[in-house]
Structures are given as structure tokens and as C-alpha cells.
């Protein structure tokens, strides 16, 4: 069974089964242009919910963004009548997929609401409403559906919120895991079977470097966790995405890679904002002999008529081993675009990389010591920094690389 509910010019819901007695209700936002109001995703994303129609109880499984609630809830009622669901579990409190609670408890004011406590104050702030049949998650608790239908409970907090939780339904053998092995994208299926993972993949580390990025260290304690309970699903349903069924074990060890601030030996990315071209012209000169020395080279560019994309840039830096940055001073300082970039690779992407700093200035430079301290900050290793009143010639630009590439 698959169902599609137009909604609007924002998007549309797609309501289908996945597993006996387990249907998903995905929501293709077409209208989203920022994710968070931050991150550039021309590809759009998915907001997923799940239902359970065990034989006692019905579940459902995380809402959707509040835009979408009235498609939601019309989608939802293809299945079943939104006043019989028993419960709703919060994995995930975020307004994107909490979103249409209000609504639901409208339809429904005996809904009993499994969420962590953060989550309970989350939900109830930020829409006025109470919960008023509401019990608290807690790691390992089993909820029964009836027969020998049971979900039960991991904590998984920080990944990406305190309250984050992810669940195994026993017999149908999935992990519904929240946030974690989301990805940007509407993909025209609904799981991986029958996808070009490696170039779903890319949407994948889009989303773990801008959204999860900042909590890599919990994201190892996390996989850690889900290795224990491994053998107890074939399937990952997340709150983004596809539904991962042949590509499990990879995704797991994608996180885990990137997780451990892990790099690509050959991989390098450039990234440069140029106000007059001097700046350009040397990150592109870069590129050219890093990839004569056979590195993979990605390059960002922010000039006077073009913009890359700053999540694109995120998830290259993630992974590369060599990062060159290019600003000219600004204001006794640093363009201030480029501060605002090499911060946030720092939070979100900062893997201790080895590092070229490239920078100009008319009266005095600045931008290089700038740029410097915040890398530094962060565990980068800085190897060359070239600082040139006027333009940069060859030499030094291939004395950068030697710096990089020669051990």
C-alpha cells in the first residue's frame, strides 16, 4: 500500500506499509530552503513518523513539522482514526518532527505521551499545552503492544538533543533511531533497496556534519551501544530519509568513521573568500598541485558574483585530511564570512587537520594570526601561513603544499 496526500505547494505526505502491522508517514518537504534557518539544502528533506498497529495497542512514533499537521493527520487517518491511537512515543523533541502534537492531542485528549522529562517541558513550552497522560522514558523500558509485540526504549542522549531516545520493536526487527542516520534529500523511494548508497551517502554526512557535528564524541558511545543490540533488528528507520535495510552495518560504520574524527588521507578541501580575485587565484593554484601530488581536492569558493554552499563545505571538511583557507584582512581582521566559516568547521568538522593559511592586505596584515587562533583552537594543525601584502606568487604557494604533503 502506498498513499500520497498532496499538501499545499510545500510539499507531500506519503503513507505506506512497511513491515506487518508497521507503516510509515513521510512528509516531502519541497518548500524548505534552510534547514534550521542555517543550512542550505536546495535537495530538501523528509520528516518521517512511524505507526504500530499492534494487536492491543496502537503507537505512533514521532509527528511532523507544524505546517504540515493538518496533511499529517489526514494521512494518518488512512490507517487508522487518530482518536484509537493509544500512545505516541517522543524519540525526539525538536519542533520538526513534534510539530504536530497540538493537533493530535486535540483529536485526541487520552493519548498517553512516552517522552523524556526534557522533552515533556520542551513540548509543553513550546506549543502550551499539557500533557496530562504523560510517563517518563527511561533506558530499557519495554512497552508491550500486546501478543509478544513489545518497543522497547534505548537512551541515546546527545545525539543531537539531551532527550534523544531510540527504540527496537520486537518481532518486526527495527530500530526506529531518531535523528541519527537521517539524511537531507527526497528520495524517490522510501528505503535503500534499489539506491545508489554512495551517493546517498553524501546526504548523510550533509546532515550528521551540520546537525550532529558538534557531538562526535557521544556519537561514538552511542554505536557503541548499538553494536550491543545489533543482532536484534534488519532494519534502521530514521526521522530523515530512507529507511536503511541492505546498507545497516555501513551506515553504522559511516557514524562510527566520522565519529572518531577519522580522515581521508588523500582528501583535501579549499575554502576562500576573495573580495579583488588575489585569493581566488591562489586557492585554485593550490588545488591544481595538490591534485599533481594525486590528492582529491574539493573547492569552495565566496566571491563578488558566486557562493558554495557553507553545509557543502562542512561535510568535506569533515573527512579531509588537508584543509587550506583563504581570506584577505578585513577591518584589521578577517573577512568576516571566512571567520564565521572557519568557526563553525572548528564545532562541527574540526578533525585535526593539517592546515595551509592563505592571506593578503593592502596596509597591514591581520587575517593570518585571525584564522590561526581559531584552527588552533580546535586541535588543527597549522603548517604554513602565507601572508603577502599584495599578491601571493608560486613559489610560496608551492612551498604550502610542500609544507602539507611532505612528512
Request: hydrophobic share 40%; charged share 25%.
Amino acid at each position: 500500500m502506498q498513499k500520497i496526500y498532496p499538501c499545499g505547494f510545500d510539499g507531500e505526505v506519503v503513507v505506506t506499509d512497511l513491515r506487518k502491522d508497521l507503516y510509515m508517514i513521510r512528509v516531502n518537504d519541497k518548500r524548505i530552503k534552510f534547514f534550521e534557518a542555517l543550512w542550505e539544502i536546495p535537495e530538501g528533506i523528509t520528516y518521517n513518523a512511524y505507526l504500530v498497529t499492534g494487536p492491543e495497542k496502537i503507537v505512533l512514533l514521532d509527528t511532523v513539522k507544524a505546517g504540515f499537521a493538518d496533511c499529517f493527520l489526514e494521512a494518518l487517518g488512512s490507517v487508522v482514526d487518530a482518536r484509537s491511537i493509544d500512545a505516541l512515543v517522543v524519540h525526539h523533541s525538536e519542533p520538526d518532527h513534534s510539530g504536530a502534537i497540538p493537533r493530535l492531542l486535540g483529536v485526541n485528549e487520552k493519548l498517553t505521551t512516552y517522552a523524556h522529562p526534557i522533552a515533556r517541558n520542551i513540548i509543553e513550552k513550546t506549543y502550551g499545552v499539557k500533557l496530562g497522560s504523560y510517563k517518563p522514558l527511561r533506558d530499557g523500558l519495554r512497552l508491550g503492544l500486546g501478543g509478544d509485540y513489545v518497543l522497547e526504549l534505548l537512551s541515546t542522549p546527545w545525539l543531537h538533543w539531551p532527550d534523544t531516545y531510540m527504540s527496537i520493536l520486537e518481532p518486526g526487527r527495527v530500530l526506529f533511531s531518531g535523528d541519527v542516520f537521517g539524511a537531507y534529500s527526497i528520495p524517490d523511494s522510501l528505503t535503500d533497496r534499489d539506491t545508489d548508497f554512495d551517493k546517498y551517502a553524501w546526504f548523510m554526512k550533509k546532515y550528521f556534519a551540520t546537525v550532529i557535528g558538534s557531538y562526535r564524541d557521544w556519537v561514538v558511545k552511542g554505536m557503541d551501544k548499538l553494536e550491543n543490540h545489533r543482532q536484534r533488528f534488519d532494519a534502521i528507520a530514521p526521522l530523515h530519509g530512507l529507511v536503511l535495510e541492505e546498507n545497516i552495518d555501513r551506515a553504522i560504520e559511516l557514524y562510527r568513521f566520522w565519529g572518531e574524527k577519522r580522515t581521508i588521507a588523500t582528501k583535501a578541501t579549499i575554502v576562500y573568500a576573495s573580495m579583488y580575485g588575489d585569493i581566488e587565484r591562489a586557492a585554485k593554484r593550490v588545488a591544481e598541485i595538490l591534485r599533481s601530488k594525486n590528492y582529491s581536492v574539493s573547492i569552495y569558493g565566496f566571491n563578488d558574483s558566486d557562493r558554495a554552499l557553507v553545509s557543502d563545505v562542512l561535510s568535506d571538511a569533515i573527512d579531509s585530511s588537508i584543509l587550506v583557507i583563504g581570506a584577505a584582512t578585513y577591518e584589521a581582521s578577517v573577512v568576516p564570512l571566512m571567520k564565521y566559516i572557519a568557526e563553525l568547521i572548528c564545532s562541527k568538522s574540526s578533525s585535526g587537520q593539517k592546515v595551509v593559511i592563505l592571506t593578503t592586505y593592502g596596509w597591514g596584515g591581520a587575517a593570518g594570526k585571525r584564522l590561526e587562533g581559531i584552527l588552533k583552537s580546535c586541535g588543527m594543525s597549522i603548517r604554513y601561513i602565507v601572508e603577502k601584502h599584495g599578491s601571493i606568487n608560486d613559489d610560496e604557494l608551492v612551498d604550502a603544499v610542500d609544507a602539507l604533503t611532505l612528512e
